[in-house]
């Protein structure tokens, strides 16, 4: 299906001419669809040519012009439906499918006589008959031809073609920086890029190719980039509401939203995401639940959460009683959108959520294994305004810490033996605390969990401190400090206290480390590659297969899960707060340098530097599985990007020099993350190594980092009591109802279960998981295959065999460290292993594989 069936989109992939002999000259290509197609018929029809090959004719006997060094070739047309329908003998599709696709080339050369461009080659690939693909249930293939007489290249074309649209250039797969660009190509290399520029004016339209930035001002609520709140860009798209106050503020964003054609899902993608109906259709009930039970939408026992993986009939019933007329699609749906596979970690340990090594555990190897820091002073304290938010120090006491460590040392020399370590959320949450409880069916607390390291390296939680501000009823701040305690009244608190805490490192990996770190921070790279790389920069080539998708699918985002009333605001803890929060993230926390992996252990503390170790980092903890994995996918990365640099680049000269890439980083840095333009920290490029340095990082956010807190999302949290999204009922100590405290003490199950989300909110964010932890049957997995540049050139294409190698000895390196008993973070009785950087994986929600990029 095409985003928008209105218009008729072609798809060109890839483009082969055969020369006499290697080397003669280079070319490249227009390709453009015939304007004569009837558009209302091609509409009903929608048509994408999923390959365009110009080669020789199977059946021709092709004869060489001496004097001309010349070939007589066929390029063929391969046209795929996308209608199921379409090949319907009902319908007369005559006039559609005959009319011809015109074909340009041109090349790459001045006319030596006159200096000037030369002639393009012209053809029209003109309809030939049909091809059955192999798989008998696909669609079929329609064939056009036309005969040309050209020299030898070969062309990476993936990119969507419009009728009645300028034509479109594809350069051949040879790479060149601009100094070096061959004379004719000159011009053209130029208009591409202002093209893709455009002029920042009016409303962009599906089929264009335009790249440019706006701030989040199309979320239905608070407006997310400059001054007040920092964010990243996004595309624009220019579609602004003049009924807003605002006149720069736009509509809400909903269904189709625009992103540049190339950047649109393909067929096959679209396909794979039609899960996402499931989302679609819980998100509209969602108001309908809310009105009917919003508060009190509570499981009633633990074993009813077990029917959201055994059966859909009480939530179908449910449902049916608010909206009556969807019974009739839930009882066709129901199986498909209400149901849901048991998530591996209660496959394999239906009790794990309850244990505390379990939860120290996924500290490490969970799906947030970038929030856990190590603790450097005693004691922990925060860094807000004690005038209004009071004393900074934490209320955790020396003495239950030295209690809980069995005595074995002092909290002093826990601290200096690197033993003690937290997940701190106070100064994150506490400025939003009294905003947020004003919200119906919802509550916040800062928050603070402190462990030890024990000898074998695992973790054991010692204490959790809540806390509170000043509030208008109490002008006192509250501290609470919680414990694993041996009796009953002590150890439910625990749990009460361990709930707030999941919830909210949900909250952070959600908003923080995987939507801002990944989704929100590389769309600016995509724009500003766009816009001042072209697409025969061979540091665009090196990017682009990591850019694949990411502007769609935050798209997206936008429409259903960031927005206002979206999937976040109506389901985590924050509510419409949420965004608002990620933006105070970015502004304290998010610096492009410390943003690849080696700097972020640093950062935390998680790491020093050491040159007499592997990686030149010494882990303050040895079994950290997203680190023991990372840096060698990291340390992957980087050799990969040198051996490519470094032949683009021989001389450092060359990489000051380089106009589009001395543009490209500009505008990274002053547009796509225009709030921190200023800020000291950005890394210059002057350099080769610079260069290096700053493409590593980029990848890695794109591919490793992004799989290690996505694709383990549906494994951890597809079970919400593991990780809440929210929690919604204050501790005891702040609840002082008879009631309240009569309902704890005679049923401490039900007091936990009201704290959890609701129904609907549970069934929403699992659904959302689900969706979100699957891979599709076209996903491109790094160091897979190559682009076809690179396998153009013998020195790029055996480093990128060097690369494909590493990947394949990190999946066996990987399955190795999960089958060592001594690693206890990642293997051990009904433990999830850690398989999230595994490069490679099947369709499906599988807990492993690392995209090129952020594609889901």
Known sequence: MLRNSQLPTLHSATCLCLLPKPSLRNVFAFTHANPAINRKKFARFPVCPIATRVKPEPTLTTTIDQKKKEYTVTAVVTVKDTDHGLFNPLYNLTDIFRKPFGIDLASAELDPRTGNEKETIKGHARFAGYKARKDPNDDSLLIYESNLVVPSVH????????????????????????????????????????????????????????????????????????????????????????????????????????????????????????????????????????????????????????????????????AAKILPQILDFLKDKASDILQFDTPEMIDRDKFAWFRDEEFSRQTLAGVNPSSIELVTEWPLKSKLDPNIYGPPESLIPKELVEKKIKGTMTVDEAVKQKRLFVLDCVDVFLPYVNKVRELEGTTLYGSRTLFFLNKNGTLRPIAIELVRPPNSIDDKPGKWVFHHSWDATGCWKWRLAKAHVAAHDCIIHEIHHHWLRTHCATEPYIIAANRQLSAMHPIYRLLHPHFRYNMEINAIARSNLINAGG?????????????????????????????????????????????????????????????????????????????????????????????????????????????????????????????????????????????????????????????????????????????????????????????????????TVIATLDLLSTHSPDEEYIGGKPEPSWEEDPVIKAAFERFHGKMKDLEALIEKSNNNPHMRNRTGAGVVPYTFLKPFSEPGVTRKGVPNSISI
């Not at 479109?168 to 011009?187: A, D, H, I, M, W």
């Not at 003049?242 to 067929?267: L, M, N, T, W």
Request: glycine fraction near 6%.
């Open 567 to 763: 999937v976040i605001e109506s389901c985590f803890a924050p509510g419409e707060y949420s965004m608002e929060i990620s933006s105070v993230l970015y502004d304290k926390l998010w610096r492009f340098d410390m943003e690849g992996l080696p700097a972020d252990l640093i950062r935390r503390g998680m790491a020093v530097e050491d040159p007499s170790e592997k990686h030149g980092l010494k882990l303050a903890i040895e079994d950290y599985p997203y680190a023991n994995d990372g840096l060698i996918l990291w340390d992957a990365i980087k050799e990969w990007v040198t051996d490519y640099v470094s032949y683009y680049y021989p001389e450092p000269s060359l990489v000051e020099s380089d106009t589009e890439l001395q543009a490209f980083w500009t505008e990274v840095r002053t547009r796509g993350h225009e709030d921190k333009k200023d800020e000291p920290w950005w890394p210059v490029l002057k350099t080769p190594q610079d260069l290096i340095s700053i493409l590593t990082t980029i990848i890695w956010i794109a591919s490793g980092h992004h799989a290690a807190v996505n694709f383990g999302q549906y494994a951890f949290g597809g079970y919400f009591p593991n990780r809440p999204s929210t929690a919604r009922t204050n501790i005891l100590e702040e609840d002082a109802s008879e009631k309240t405290k009569k309902e704890f003490i005679n049923t401490p199950e039900f007091t936990l279960l009201k704290c959890f989300p609701s129904e609907l909110q549970a069934i």
């Open 155 to 318: 062309f990476g074309c993936n990119s969507w073609v419009q009728p009645k649209h300028p034509k479109r250039v594809f350069f051949s797969n040879k790479s060149y920086l601009p100094s070096e660009t061959p004379s004719g190509l000159k011009r053209l290399r130029e208009e591409e890029l202002v093209a893709l520029r455009g002029n920042g004016k009016g409303e962009r339209k599906p089929h264009e190719r335009i790249y440019d930035y706006d701030v989040y001002n199309d979320l239905g609520g608070t407006a997310l980039g400059g001054m007040e709140h920092p964010y990243p860009r996004r595309c624009r798209t220019g579609r602004y509401d003049k009924g807003y106050d605002d006149p720069k503020k736009e509509e809400r964003a909903k269904g189709d939203i625009y992103v540049p054609r190339d950047e649109a899902f393909s067929p096959e993608k679209n396909e794979s995401f039609s899960n996402k109906e499931r989302v679609e259709l819980l998100h509209s009930l969602l108001p309908l639940f809310d009105e009917s039970s919003h508060v009190e939408n509570r499981f009633p026992y633990f074993t009813s959460i077990d029917t959201l993986y055994n059966e859909s009939a009480r939530f179908k019933r449910k």
